[in-house]
């Protein structure tokens, strides 16, 4: 059995994402858990169910699926959750479905106060070395049928309040974004939403756009990944090939942007030690830029991925065309997260008596994405191994200067954005191990292969000191960073600037 947490440390949703690596092998494997509270009487207790995080049928995530009962009405033991894509039902107690299709469910036990599960059964190696990489509480907001209403209040009745959920999964609300339309037209895939959000200068409607995307592609209003095919002609005596998309999945050179005032990495306002508001000021604007093209760069992967992934696998370098449901589905959460980070720091800036825009900002992240822009492996690599990777080991000398300061209200934000970084330094690790995992002629070392595009594709030292505890939280044990990892690409005065500078991305 594996520990997962004290059951009241679940009482903050009725819902959560749990994300296990195994500490032998690198694989990772994603779960529900869910809890329903005892009857209004108090009766029955607090029951826990636990399934796989998608949908056998085509990898759709269940997280945001509405659960409903199949015949007493409101008995939890009847309640099924349904697959927002394509309607399979899968029984909570059983994982059965009314169509003979199943999904795996696992045994769930509270001892003690605490909750354990009889974990999924690694590829290779043994049950006992699976960790746990994250407990991520899903909101409610788009599970619910109207004919479901009882049961959802069920699910709400173990809520604590919503603003403890509010940094889960939700990018914050503000006037400046209620008022924003939605797209018209619609995008219909996936690839449409992120090229959508690329080419969106506005930061307001980037956040509004990033959140619309995501919430299309949990609830299943967008069930198409899309993003192009190969297309195949006769030239002589060969074939020759040529990637076909709509121009409204071409993602663009660089992502739009609006009136900002633009210098060269290291020529920014002085940010200084944070001992002043001015300073504090400098150091959350230059993090709300970060926080942009974090969102960018989170979409930019997205939009190139289907081309990637199929050329390599027409290369004979990848056992598969096409990447499973849930490399788009990790890559919106960590755009989601982003946008939330974006809208946290603008909103302190406003509260502080300045607005994201005041200061200079520098685009040089975009050159390293520019440079990896045709290899997963590489992007994945230096954006989210080594940029993303620098930031959990700047947040803390960051949120210390704040603590002195004793400005509480940045801190707290500065916290929940450290929280979902480690996130998404496991995110990059679990791909790239995925891929290495699936390499052909034969498989990858994930380090290995690491080091050699960080040499390839990055420039200078990569340099400490490093937060190791976080980062191994991640994924990267030393092995990944340490020995003089040390880039040999030559780019312009810009990327230098860049990732000399150490700046973190993300």
Known sequence: MLRIAEAVALKTSARHHLTLRHGKTAQY????????????????GTRYYCM???????????????????????????????????????????????????????TVEERDGEIWIDPPKPDVGSSDDWEIVELRPVSEAFTAREKNAEIASKMKALHVDDDVQSHGDAVPSSGETASIPPPDPLPTTVIEWAVLVLNTPEPAKKVH????????????????????RWSTTKDGNDNSRTWVRKDSEIPPDMPARQDLQVVRPGQEAKRGKGGTVASRIALLHSLASIEQWAIDLAFDIIARAPQIAAKMHADGQL??????????????????????????????????????????????????????ADSLLARISVIHLVHEARGLDANPMTIKKFCNAKDDDSVKILNIIHSDECTHVGCGHRWLTWLCAHALPEPLDPVQTFRANVRSNFIGKVKGPFNVEDRARAGLTREWYDHDLKGESKGSAQIVGVQRAEIPGG
């Open 319 to 372: 056992d598969s065309a096409k990447l499973p449901v849930s490399f788009y589905a990790d890559f919106l959460k960590v755009a989601l997260d982003e946008a939330k980070h974006f809208t946290l720091l603008s909103e302190r800036l406003q509260e502080m008596g300045s607005y994201f825009g005041a200061l200079p900002v520098h685009h040089g992240l975009w050159e390293s994405a520019e440079k990896t």
């Open 209 to 228: 756009y990033t959140r619309l995307a995501v919430t299309a592609f949990r609830s299943g209003e967008v069930k198409q990944i899309g993003g192009g």
């Open 52 to 106: 796989e995080s998608t949908c056998p049928h085509l990898g759709a995530p269940l997280e945001n699926a509405s659960i409903e009962d199949v015949e007493d009405e409101g008995d939890i033991e009847d309640a099924v959750i349904v697959c927002p894509w394509h309607e399979y039902d899968f029984n909570l107690k059983t994982g059965e479905s009314s169509t003979g299709m199943s999904t795996c469910v696992y």
């Open 29 to 44: 494997h994603s779960l529900l858990l869910f809890t329903f509270p005892s009857d209004k009487e108090g009766h029955g």
